[in-house]
């Protein structure tokens, strides 16, 4: 059997005054982890069944709310994330400007002439993956080519097939003529 669970009055009070005026799910569930086992004796995997979360993480709720760390609160800890950033998203967008500009109108984007600028931006060398994964960041996508040139001219290639010198049945190799039927 498991340890009952622990809590001063004052913690359980707080988190009933949390059940009250919960805006969200989350700040429903942590407060129901710390007042269920306290109030109703629940084990933590009853409370974990009831409330909807596994029983690690009904023990994380507990914890946190027991340390100050109400969910949902501008300082609480929040998943994923960008823990290790070499720039900002707007000093990115900014870095990759050019490159997207150029690459609109119909230039090609280099990767790596990306990695190498932001090798130098950082001041350190970077992995290849480094400059792919900026990219993807931005919505960048690799697209095949269209199927025409950005600078193909429609008109001129209409009056190069209109005036453009046939062949006579001869084959372009070996100037004789061609039979079809042998």
């Keep these: 059997m498991s340890r009952p669970a622990t809590g001063d009055d004052q913690v ?57 760390k109400l969910v949902g609160t501008p300082d609480a800890p929040t998943p994923g994330g960008r823990k290790r950033e070499n720039m900002t998203v707007q000093e990115e967008r900014e870095f990759l400007a050019p490159f997207l500009e150029s690459a609109a109108v119909g230039g090609v984007l280099v990767v790596g002439e990306i990695k190498a600028a932001l090798d130098k931006r950082l001041g350190r060398e970077v992995a290849l993956a480094s400059a792919y994964n900026l990219l993807h960041r931005h919505n960048w996508r690799k697209l095949a080519p269209d199927k025409r040139h950005p600078k193909s001219d429609p008109l001129a290639q209409q009056e190069w097939k209109k005036n453009s010198p046939k062949l006579s049945g001869k084959s372009a190799k070996s100037g004789r003529k061609t039979n079809p039927s042998s």
């Design 12 to 68: 359980l009070m707080s988190a009933r005054k949390v059940i009250e005026s919960a805006q969200t799910v989350e700040q429903l569930r942590q407060a129901q982890a710390v007042v269920l086992p306290l109030d109703f004796g629940m084990s933590l995997s009853d409370t974990a069944q009831v409330i909807g979360v596994s029983p690690g993480w009904a023990c994380q709720l507990r914890r946190r709310f027991m340390q100050g």
